[in-house]
């Protein structure tokens, strides 16, 4: 493989975040972006392995019937590669023993959550967390403030401190299996992005600051290696300064959108470590 940065984004099924993902990976400087529908990875067409940076979009896979990503779920995990004795998850599995990047926005995140890829405090796919519907009952789309943690083994979120980016989900409610789960996701910084207050001071439970009632205020999840990362905002939505709903009106706006810094991160960390 030449020394690109090689990125993936999974279309189909009612995903509909794949060109804003694609051009968000594009602006951060990965060379080869590749919008792919799921059926090309399940023909064996296309493989995950000649990727470095798998990106699982939002939208509403299988118009969220079960459950946000359930159903996208057991696709993943359970579907053959046609014509072969491989299953995709295997695939899936060699990609992160790789050392690659996945990460999940929304219903993506949604996704990784209930394939057990994320916080993965188990090995091989077991779920510990889920997400669920906003405590109001209603679908949000709202910007919020984020604190990262600085302690957080995530790449995406090196070097940041704290993010403004917008949600619109119906089932953002980070929910978590047994007190023993959060435990383990505080002591190993896992929720590396909570829902904050504006001068991202400390997390918040309250609404509307907090979206959908989230567990610990968490707002995005990482697995131990970091290279595993998920959020409910949408950091491909605010890419440029223009993207922020007061960007005539506010000075100190970054010309680069917040959201960018996580998909640059990712290249970085590929360039770096990977190529
Ligand atoms: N923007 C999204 O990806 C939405 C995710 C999911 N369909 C929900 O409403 O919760």
């Given at each position: 493989m030449s020394k690109q940065v090689r990125a993936i984004v999974i279309a189909g099924n009612g995903t509909n975040c794949e060109r804003e993902t694609a051009h968000a990976c594009r602006l951060a400087g990965a060379e080869v972006v590749d919008i792919?529908?799921?059926s090309e990875l399940l023909s064996g067409r296309v493989l995950l392995q000649d990727y470095h940076f798998l990106n699982l979009a939002g939208g509403f896979l299988d118009g969220d019937d079960l459950g946000s990503a359930k159903a996208g779920a057991n696709r993943l995990l359970h579907a053959p590669i046609k014509d072969s004795e491989e299953h995709l998850s295997e695939h899936l599995r060699k990609f992160i023993a790789d050392g690659k990047l996945i990460m999940g926005v929304c219903n993506g995140f949604q996704l990784m959550v209930k394939m057990g890829l994320l916080p993965a405090l188990?090995?091989?796919?077991?779920?510990?967390?889920?997400?669920?519907?906003?405590?109001?009952?209603?679908?949000?789309?709202?910007?919020?403030?984020?604190?990262?943690?600085?302690?957080?083994?995530?790449?995406f979120t090196r070097g940041l401190d704290g993010i403004t980016l917008p949600v619109r989900h119906g089932e953002g409610k980070l929910v978590v299996e047994s007190d023993a789960t959060l435990e383990q996701i505080t002591a190993k910084h896992l929720g590396v992005l909570q829902y904050s207050l504006p001068d991202y001071s400390a997390?918040?439970?309250?609404?509307?600051?907090?979206?959908?009632?989230?567990?610990?205020?968490?707002?995005?999840?990482?697995?131990?290696?970091?290279?595993?990362?998920?959020?409910?905002p949408h950091p491909e939505a605010y890419v440029h300064r223009t993207h922020h709903p007061r960007w005539t009106r506010e000075e100190n706006l970054p010309e680069e959108g917040m959201g960018l810094w996580l998909y640059q991160n990712a290249v970085r960390f590929i360039r770096d470590e990977l190529l």
């Open positions: 792919v529908h799921i188990e090995k091989d796919f077991t779920q510990s967390v889920t997400l669920t519907f906003n405590d109001n009952g209603r679908f949000e789309d709202r910007w919020v403030y984020l604190k990262a943690d600085p302690e957080s083994p995530c790449i997390p918040t439970q309250d609404y509307p600051l907090n979206p959908n009632g989230s567990t610990a205020a968490i707002a995005g999840l990482c697995d131990e290696t970091g290279r595993l990362f998920g959020l409910m």
